[in-house]
């Protein structure tokens, strides 16, 4: 709550302009410092879409290596395994963000960018044209993907290896193969899925070193084309804060404030649903 306080009381002078001043900045992507006219719109935009990729890329990595590890991989191996992805949790944002850029960026641009532009007319309408560095939003959500899949996957991993053996026996006993089992599994932990998801989202939303490095650190208003390069409110006030004057500090402490409260509700709302789901 300290940190929330002193998020307010540094957006103090922001909020003196009036309420027309604060819903311009949350709804305008104007960033012209030299009228002193800024908007933050692109950047939580930015921000939820980064996040979102991140989130489908982490759903379906995480559920498959957790299924993995825990029901198919030969007991010799499953811990090496487990271990191995855990170590993923510990590797420093600087690192995930030097590989995105040196690799991950060049084989997106060449391998999934390029020949989706090139082979579906009208593509590029939708999600953009990509810049010559393969820079983007769709970029920086892959590698946001990528960061938070360890840590998604060590709690659907968890919840897999809390099934009930008796659960099943008996669906075993009913005439099921493997595979209809493990998806039984699977629907039988999906409030164990859901959480680890959101509380991957709350970590994906505020990443900051690893984005910047990738997502481009362009204002674009329009987010949603992924293939182009954008903001998220983190990257902005890596990139801004250093140069802020005037009005743009607490503009940019009003951002900070935004992406905080994001995290906050996120958290809230998963402490809420699980203690619903383990109360019914």
Do not use: C
């Not at 959500?141 to 938070?148: A, F």
């Amino acid at each position: 709550f300290v940190i929330l306080f002193v998020l307010i009381i540094s957006s103090t002078p922001l909020f003196e302009k009036g309420f027309s001043k604060v819903v311009y900045v949350l709804t305008s992507s104007i960033w012209d410092p030299v009228h002193d006219r800024y908007g933050i719109f692109f950047a939580i935009g930015g921000s939820l879409v980064v996040a979102l990729i991140a989130i489908i890329i982490a759903l379906i990595l995480s559920i498959s290596t957790a299924v993995f590890i825990v029901e198919i991989s030969p007991s010799k191996i499953r811990a090496p395994l487990e271990v191995m992805v855990d170590l993923g949790v510990a590797v420093p944002s600087v690192v995930y963000g030097l590989w995105g850029l040196f690799i991950l960026t060049p084989f997106l641009r060449d391998h999934v960018m390029t020949p989706l532009i090139d082979n579906i007319p009208g593509l590029k309408n939708f999600l953009g044209s990509y810049s010559p560095s393969g820079t983007s939003i769709f970029t920086a959500g892959v590698l946001l993907g990528i960061m938070i899949y360890p840590f998604a996957t060590s709690i659907i991993r968890e919840a897999l290896k809390l099934t009930p053996f008796d659960i099943k026996e008996a669906l075993y006993s009913l005439g099921l193969t493997k595979w209809e089992v493990i998806k039984n599994e699977i629907f039988y932990i999906k409030n164990s899925i859901l959480a680890g998801l959101l509380l991957a989202f709350g970590r994906a939303v505020g990443e900051t070193v690893a984005v910047a490095m990738v997502v481009g650190n362009i204002v674009n208003p329009e987010f949603y084309k992924i293939f182009m390069p954008g903001y998220t409110i983190a990257s902005l006030l890596a990139n801004q804060f250093l140069n802020a004057t005037g009005i743009m500090i607490p503009i940019l402490y009003f951002a900070a404030l935004i992406l905080f409260s994001i995290g906050f509700i996120v958290n809230i709302i998963v402490a809420l649903y699980l203690h619903r789901s383990f109360h019914r």
